[in-house]
């Protein structure tokens, strides 16, 4: 590519960026321009009407054009792009601002609750804003040594880990062998396929307290090695939110795989049979290469919810039970004792009591922006992990 060529190309995204900002204001210029036209015609209408002699007709009021684009000869050479492709009359103009106005009414509201509160939060980390100062004051990057510098939070980031790796495994799995299952040719397999997404429906907190209650009561109740409680111990509370999450979320899961297995081609599958492959070589030689894409999508959404686990920790353990800083992160900090935390205090959970129940809002925004540039990069990397692992099956 030509240095003049790169430069005319930039020119260009940057003009139309700038067209897909201004481009709402001229279509309420527009719709002004039409309103105001239609009281100057019935302005115009009722003069003519009187115009019989008795009553002097005044000059007719001309309609008026609030934004006037200049001719083709005074027109500058970005002029000239921007009221062809974005504000003339031509196909790709008048195509280009459909787009436009299709997109706004989403675009506008990512923009008014989604991108002005994360820059306004990105702020707020920089400052001193508490609970109690309303008037925060810009401190820098003290909030982020701070946050760096404090065990709890680097334990709950460590948890939140593995919480993610083992819960991202027993999603999957559980959710590609019910998926295996209900697309075999069996009856009722419709009805089991609804039965095993149909946990997905329940909100987090219901799904919490259920669940709560089967560990604590109903499974407690007949001993041996469901007592005591999976959730009252800080070794093995981790695994019954993981047991919990994946019976919700497998169902789910469930559903883009069997949409993947049943757009296999079964020509492939009788082939294989009439070769003789048994059904573990068909499933790893045809299956798997033809759903790979299944499996960036399964596995980019077990992420992000895994990473973002909050209400059903909250109702089903709170965050605890207590248990010991492991003994790598007490080395790490220099501590000469292993103080207790809390075995299920994920980041999302350490994020919100950092924020409202210890009232150091700035330092808990500052959290807050540290797990989503985490979240955004370990994503990124994942998908693109996912993506060659698709070329190479």
Do not use: C
Not at 5 to 19: G, P, Q, V
Not at 97 to 123: A, C, E, K
């Amino acid at each position: 590519m030509k240095k003049t060529d790169f430069k005319t190309k930039l020119a260009h995204i940057l003009l139309s960026i700038y067209a897909v900002i201004v481009l709402p204001f001229i279509l309420l210029s527009k719709v002004l321009d039409w309103v105001i036209n239609i009281f100057v015609s019935a302005i115009n209408k009722v003069r003519s009407e009187k115009g019989d002699g008795s009553t002097e007709i005044k000059k007719e009021i001309k309609p008026v054009e609030i934004i006037k684009f200049k001719d083709d000869k005074e027109r500058s050479t970005a002029g000239k792009f921007l009221y062809d492709v974005w504000f003339g009359p031509s196909y790709t103009a008048q195509n280009n601002r459909v787009f436009v106005y299709f997109l706004l009414p989403s675009f506008g509201s990512f923009i008014l609750f989604v991108f002005i509160p994360f820059l306004n939060g990105l702020w707020l980390s920089l400052t001193d804003w508490t609970i109690i100062k309303t008037d925060p004051e810009f401190i820098g990057f003290e909030n982020y040594k701070t946050i760096f510098s404090d065990y709890k939070f680097v334990y709950s980031f460590s948890r939140t880990v593995m919480y993610s790796v083992l819960n991202i495994l027993a999603i999957n799995l559980v959710a590609f062998g019910l998926a295996l299952l209900v697309v075999q040719k069996f009856k009722l397999k419709n009805l089991y396929r609804a039965a095993f997404f149909m946990p997905n429906l329940i909100g987090g907190l219901v799904l919490g307290y259920i669940w709560q209650f089967i560990f604590n009561k109903a499974l407690e109740s007949l001993g041996g090695i469901f007592s005591p409680s999976l959730i009252t111990n800080g070794n093995t509370a981790l695994l019954g939110l993981i047991i919990v999450i994946s019976w919700q979320y497998a169902g789910y899961i469930m559903m883009i795989y069997i949409a993947a297995l049943q757009n296999v081609p079964q020509d492939l599958i009788e082939a294989s049979k009439i070769d003789g492959a048994n059904a573990w070589q068909r499933l790893k030689a045809i299956t798997l290469p033809l759903i790979a894409q299944s499996f960036t999508i399964a596995m980019f959404l077990t992420l992000t919810t895994s990473f973002k686990q909050f209400d059903t920790v909250v109702s089903l353990t709170q965050g605890g039970p207590a248990t010991k800083l492991p003994l790598w992160l007490s080395g790490l900090f220099n501590i000469g004792f292993q103080p207790a935390v809390q075995s299920t205090d994920l980041i999302a959970i350490n994020i919100y009591e950092t924020a409202y129940a210890y009232r150091e809002m700035a330092v808990g925004q500052a959290k807050a922006i540290v797990f989503f540039i985490v979240l955004l990069i370990v994503s990124l990397v994942q998908v693109r992990i996912n993506q060659k692992r698709e070329v190479e099956l």
